[in-house]
């Protein structure tokens, strides 16, 4: 019996380093158990003013002891396949340590048990790019794995998008500086040949 | 300050100096006129276009996201950030033989300044294209620092200095991928703003670079070793020659054109890597975006040795064997180069590729060197414009091997990486066509007919018999009579001896 234990032990631990050698959990194992909504104004949201309301509770249809591994939830804005289209670096990928997807964190909350709605508010940051986008919430357990998740729009990710526009990140202070060191530039380089010329004619008067 | 009026003895400088009055030492740590100032403003001006040329590359991820940009619209600024040099380089080659280096040097760093500042003003991928085309324009003070280098110092150390100051000049582009995320960073985190205002606040260092170092070349050089250029065409020893006639002598070298494909597989292939080593990392080893820039600036700061080295061992080969010397140098490093990109290619784990990047990178920038320690004996008339040529040919090569095996999805960057290092190897054989008939080839000794081939007949060959009876060939004759050392030591002995009808030194010079 403490053979078959160790052993038990043993491969449990090994199946362990297996799951980290692989890299991440893999997003086709997970379950949509947790039900998401995100709620904003009208229209195209302006990144810096605009605030999104998202909600999360798990799924009353979801079979009891479904969130038994649950601690924390992290709410994550996640871009449409729409707006990965010929941008690598927001690929999806199954591999969750290499999806690219959801960048964007939103809020990160424990996981609160009975089945309550949480919600939370959040301001649209100022270095989200223009683009379209939904919201996805992921359960992490005790060792900060993914185990499920929800989002707000369908599989294919098609439905309940909403828009982003990005800050331009120009300000009328810059572009004043930008045109006086421009006007100083070349100010200095004709300057420099008019004074270089004046000198060699006088240079000939002589 | 030089005194212009004609009674120029030696002792004036601080180093010694061959007929020319060219250097026949480099003194690193001096900053005295005429020789060690034009040095180093020369090399930092090309420095500080490196940088600005690539200051966007590492900040990428972050433009990216405030412009909307997609993949495609990246590698275009990419291509688009070493094409537009390809048109100032020739330009700028016909300056600096028509007017001289330092004009053309500051006017290219004073102008490029407000082009730097204008990121300010960036909202689309158009718009981001367009500057960084414009940006690149200013890779052409590659011509002016090495032609200004060229009439500072003499032949036999040529490779040398032309490869300290190339290489050290190059290093901007690996300065560069640590400096701007610094920047950003600084930017970020003490002045408070937000990621899409820094990375265009970052982008004012550079420019005020540009500013300093213009304003600095105008105060502070001084074209040649005598004095200006204007000053010296009034006293009449310095001649004014034309446009066409520079023209004709660039085109019609056959050695022009092959060092323009040349020189493509050796500083084409360092700017594309430039342009996408970084990403590479990133992607295939899935490191850290920090990490990744680190290794990128690794390949471009091996310029501050490799380019060097490869300028050395030109000379130092050129002691023993002569302009064959130089060019076998040539073939081998650069064969290497492209051997070790294939290698580069085909790693599968990071301390391989590392290891084949970096091996990569000496062979690829050593070969940079030494093109640049045979381009000074090409021709002496039109050595601006071909200084040019050659440069413009190394950018058309860094633009066609991105847009080639880059910038398509047709295959991975590792196997782009593979076939350009393939491509190198191949398009540098033709190195052992460039023959010269007093000094020979890779493969054949220096020509016999006629009772030999001398330094004084190949360099006097670019005037015709009108320009002769004026006199204005001597500069070229003093050329010819100091690039003598380019026999190797096995000719020595015939060297010393100025051939009949070559009468170099003019009556008026003591």
Request: glycine residues 10%; contains cysteine.
């Amino acid at each position: 019996m403490a053979i078959l234990q160790r052993f038990l032990l043993a491969s449990v631990f090994v199946s362990c380093l297996v799951a980290t050698c692989y890299g991440g959990v893999s997003f086709k194992s997970l379950h949509p158990t947790l039900t998401v909504t995100a709620t904003h104004k009208e229209g195209v949201l302006k990144a810096g003013l605009d605030n999104i309301t998202v909600t999360w509770a798990l799924d009353p249809s979801a079979p009891a002891g479904t969130d038994a591994s649950y601690k924390t939830i992290k709410v994550k804005l996640c871009y449409a396949p729409v707006s990965q289209v010929d941008r690598g670096w927001r690929k999806t990928k199954d591999d969750l340590t290499k999806d690219k997807t959801c960048s964007h964190k939103i809020v990160a909350k424990p996981y609160i048990a009975g089945g309550a709605v949480a919600t939370a508010t959040w301001t649209v940051q100022r270095d989200v790019p223009t683009a379209k986008y939904f919201v996805r919430a992921y359960a992490h357990n005790a060792s900060d794995m993914e185990v499920a998740y929800g989002q707000t729009t369908s599989t294919e990710k098609k439905t309940n998008l909403f828009d982003i526009e990005a800050v331009t990140g120009r300000h009328v202070s810059l572009d004043i500086a930008s045109i006086c060191f421009s006007a100083f530039s070349v100010v200095s380089l004709f300057g420099f040949f008019f004074l270089e010329r004046r000198k060699t004619r006088i240079a000939e008067a002589k | 300050m030089a005194d212009i009026n004609g009674s120029m003895s030696a002792n004036k400088f601080d180093l010694p100096v061959d007929s020319e009055h060219k250097a026949k030492t480099l003194k690193i740590l001096s900053f005295k006129q005429p020789h060690m100032r034009s040095f180093h403003l020369a090399w930092i001006s090309f420095f500080t276009c490196f940088i600005s040329t690539f200051a966007a590359a590492p900040l990428v991820p972050i433009i990216r996201d405030n412009l909307n940009l997609t993949r495609s619209d990246i590698g275009n600024a990419g291509v688009a950030s070493v094409s537009g040099s390809i048109a100032s380089r020739l330009i700028m080659g016909v300056i600096c033989d028509l007017i001289a280096p330092r004009y053309g040097c500051a006017f290219l760093n004073l102008l490029t300044a407000p082009v730097v500042f204008s990121v300010a003003f960036i909202s689309s991928a158009q718009g981001y294209i367009a500057v960084r085309f414009m940006i690149g324009f200013s890779l052409a003070t590659f011509v002016s620092c090495q032609y200004w280098t060229s009439v500072m110092f003499t032949s036999s150390i040529i490779g040398t200095v032309n490869g300290v100051a190339g290489g050290w000049g190059d290093m901007g582009g690996g300065v560069t991928q640590l400096l701007m995320p610094f920047l950003f960073h600084m930017i970020t985190t003490y002045g408070g703003a937000t990621p899409f205002t820094a990375w265009r606040i970052a982008f004012f260092i550079p420019g005020w670079l540009h500013i300093i170092i213009g304003v600095m070349v105008l105060a502070l050089g001084q074209d040649f070793p005598d004095g200006n250029l204007g000053a010296l065409q009034k006293s009449g020893d310095v001649a004014k020659d034309k446009f066409s006639k520079v023209l004709k002598h660039a085109v019609t070298n056959y050695r022009t054109w092959v060092f323009f494909l040349l020189y493509g597989f050796s500083m084409g292939v360092e700017l594309c890597i430039n342009n996408v080593i970084a990403e590479y990392f990133y992607d295939r080893f899935n490191l850290k975006l920090h990490t990744a820039g680190i290794i990128a600036a690794t390949f471009g700061m091996a310029n501050f040795a490799a380019r060097p080295l490869g300028g050395y061992a030109s000379d130092v080969a050129s002691r023993k064997f002569g302009m064959r010397g130089r060019l076998w140098v040539l073939w081998i490093v650069q064969t290497l180069g492209g051997v070790f990109c294939i290698w580069l290619g085909r790693a599968n784990s990071l301390s391989v590729a590392i290891a084949s990047m970096i091996l990569f990178s000496i062979g690829a920038q050593a070969a940079c060197g030494a093109t640049y320690g045979i381009i000074p004996f090409v021709s002496r008339r039109s050595l601006g414009l071909i200084s040019g040529l050659t440069g413009a040919g190394g950018n058309f090569g860094g633009g066609l091997t991105q847009l080639i095996f880059f910038s398509t999805t047709r295959f991975s960057t590792a196997s782009g990486l593979t076939y350009m290092g393939a491509m190198a190897v191949a398009c540098t054989i033709p190195v052992a066509v460039v023959h010269f008939p007093q000094w020979g080839s890779m493969f054949l000794p220096p020509s016999k007919k006629g009772g030999g081939c001398t330094e004084e007949s190949y360099y006097s060959s670019e005037w015709n018999e009108e320009e002769r009876m004026k006199g204005l060939h001597h500069g070229s004759v003093k050329f010819a009579e100091n690039s003598r050392s380019e026999r190797g030591s096995r000719h020595e002995i015939a060297a010393a001896v100025t051939p009949p009808g070559y009468n170099s030194t003019p009556a008026h010079v003591v």
